[in-house]
């Protein structure tokens, strides 16, 4: 893919957008409209051991693996991050990712902060985390209630999970306080544009450019 710079298309290396926040802070929905909205950012697609779910097809909203394979993809470091849920392993394969990121292509990645410094660890030149948080716990207990997909002990749960997790928000790049989803999605538009702009990602094609430009 290419940034543009005026009227200029530059060739470019892919962006990895790492999005965390606590549960109901907005990172799915932010996601989805990103996803919706530009062609040039995908989203990566996690391996896992569980058992495939009837709604779910196999390679769209996971690629359902064996633990042997698993396990295999792990020690040959053959994964950006991975953690183990109720039993069943997730990961993020590395290859597809990197495929993507030198065909100038962008990967979002809806992880917690734990996955985010996982893959910031494995490829840091190649990320821009971002964190969202709520504008007040009053207002995140009001959107967990109002999505009525959990019972009132795990809304208790995840309130006190948030606590916990906002006091990670050092370990990211960017900030975006979700207190309008108009203006938060604005923000998040505005740090891809930038990190699709940012000289190391476009340096191999600018060179070009330059001496076009001084010729």
Do not use: C
């Amino acid at each position: 893919m290419k940034a543009t710079t005026g009227h200029e298309r530059l060739a470019r290396r892919g962006v990895m957008m790492v999005i965390s926040s606590p549960s109901g802070a907005g990172k799915g929905t932010l996601s989805r409209l990103l996803l919706e909205q530009d062609k040039e950012i995908e989203l990566s697609i996690s391996v896992t051991t569980r058992g495939r779910r009837p709604s779910e097809i196999d390679g769209v909203h996971y690629h359902f693996i064996e633990k042997s394979h698993f396990r295999s993809m792990a020690e040959n470091n053959e994964l950006l991050e991975w953690a183990e849920v109720h039993g069943n392993y997730y990961g993020t394969p590395r290859a597809p990712v990197e495929k993507a990121l030198e065909a100038g292509r962008d990967v979002l990645f809806d992880v917690d902060w734990q996955g985010a410094a996982q893959i910031r660890d494995r490829m840091p030149d190649d990320v821009a985390a971002i964190f969202i948080l709520p504008p007040s716990m009053a207002e995140l207990r009001s959107r967990l209630t109002r999505r009525a997909e959990d019972a009132d002990d795990v809304i208790e749960k995840r309130l006190v999970n948030a606590r916990y997790e906002i006091q990670e928000w050092t370990r990211f790049d960017y900030v975006v306080i979700n207190d309008d989803l108009e203006g938060a999605f604005n923000d998040l538009k505005s740090i891809l544009t930038a990190e699709r702009l940012k000289r190391e990602r476009i340096s191999n094609s600018v060179g070009g450019f330059i001496e076009r430009l001084l010729g």
